[in-house]
């Protein structure tokens, strides 16, 4: 079993449109949970962490679930510039801050 | 705040040729510094990481080695390249193994 799984996608939508992504892990010893998203051709950017209880950025809502090791990541009223890779990343743990990185899921935002 | 600069952006290099991809950090001190190779449809794999100066290791067995002559300079090298050396390089800086910042890449390509 792979360590980070996602849907490859390409996830087609329309602007205005909710979408959401989402991303299991298979260490149940992982201490902490992000989206990154990555544009074509460039570095992954933080997007948001994680937590437990939920946490909510604009129209970006993140979840996760310890228990069935499930991380969801929810875009409301899609932009056009929301068009891109989103990687789910793990938190191992130890001194050096092991992120385990799934391959991302694409998402294209059409007019 | 936080810079990372990694250069050159791109690189073309014949089989056998060497390597040096040069990654810095500006407005942190002691930072976690990693290198990572992502190549076309795959995840980020990681490469090398370093808690210190001096303190190298090693995620997977290839014929690239890493070095940290400064606290804020890691360097990705290579005596003999292999066409499998061909991706997208990215470093990456942590605070005492937090959440990762990505530099912009070097897209390595080896003919």
């Known amino acids: 079993r792979k360590e980070v799984e996602q849907d490859p996608g390409p996830f087609n939508v329309p602007e205005g449109a909710t979408v959401a992504f989402n991303c299991t892990y298979s260490n149940s010893a992982s201490q902490s949970f992000f989206w990154y998203r990555q544009d074509c051709r460039k570095e992954p950017k933080l997007l948001m962490s994680v937590y437990s209880s939920g946490n909510e950025d604009g129209r970006f809502t993140a979840q996760l679930n310890r228990a069935s090791q499930y991380i969801s990541l929810l875009i409301r009223d899609s932009k056009l510039s929301d068009s891109a890779t989103y990687l789910c990343?793990?938190?191992?743990?130890?001194?050096?801050?092991?992120?385990?990185f799934g391959k991302g899921t694409k998402l294209s935002v059409k007019p | 705040s936080q810079t990372i600069h990694q250069w050159p952006a791109t690189l073309v290099q014949p089989v056998g040729s060497p390597l040096s991809l040069e990654c810095t950090v500006e407005?942190?001190?002691?930072?976690?510094l990693y290198w990572y190779r992502q190549a076309a449809g795959r995840g980020l794999q990681l490469l090398f990481y370093s808690v210190g100066i001096g303190q190298i290791s090693s995620e997977v067995p290839q014929n690239l080695s890493a070095s940290r002559p400064q606290d804020r300079q890691f360097i990705l090298s290579s005596k003999k390249l292999l066409l499998s050396d061909s991706g997208f390089y990215l470093c990456?800086?942590?605070?005492?193994?937090?959440?990762?910042?990505f530099g912009p890449g070097t897209r390595l390509l080896v003919l």
């Open positions: 407005g942190t001190s002691n930072p976690n």
């Open positions: 990343v793990v938190n191992i743990g130890g001194s050096q801050g092991n992120l385990i």
């Open positions: 990456a800086w942590s605070a005492q193994a937090e959440t990762q910042y």
